[in-house]
């Protein structure tokens, strides 16, 4: 009887070592994202589709200056199209736990 308690007691203790020293890795989140002009058609309205490609992030916001819709947090916002003529911004962020990263 004292070696099955001596036995559960070691089992205990080393579980307990072996757990405590696990580390935590962690994770970088990088924002990435390409896009492609449908139809490559350039006359307005124009329609982009993002391709996100970051890494590390299981959260998203996107910010489409003057777009359609002009904020999205999927991970892959679908098309979005710009009704006017000129030069405009789309801004991705994405985090997790450890890290955030935009561009």
């Known amino acids: 009887m004292k070696q099955r308690w001596l036995v559960v ?5 080393t579980g ?3 757990n405590s020293c696990k580390r ?3 994770i970088d989140a990088h924002a990435a994202f390409t ?7 350039f006359t307005v309205p124009v329609r982009i589709k993002l ?11 996107w910010t489409f200056e003057r777009g359609t ?3 999205s947090e999927k991970q892959d916002p ?7 003529a000129g ?14 990263d935009e561009k």
């Open 35 to 41: 896009y492609e002009i449908l139809d490559e058609n």
């Open 69 to 71: 819709p002009a904020s």
């Open 51 to 61: 391709i996100n490609s970051s890494t590390g992030g299981n959260r998203f916001k």
């Open 24 to 26: 935590e890795q962690v």
């Open 78 to 84: 679908g098309i979005i199209v710009f009704d006017e």
């Open 9 to 13: 007691v070691c089992l205990v203790l």
């Open 87 to 100: 030069s405009f911004n789309i801004k991705l962020e994405t985090w997790n736990d450890d890290s955030r």
């Open 16 to 18: 307990t070592l072996l």
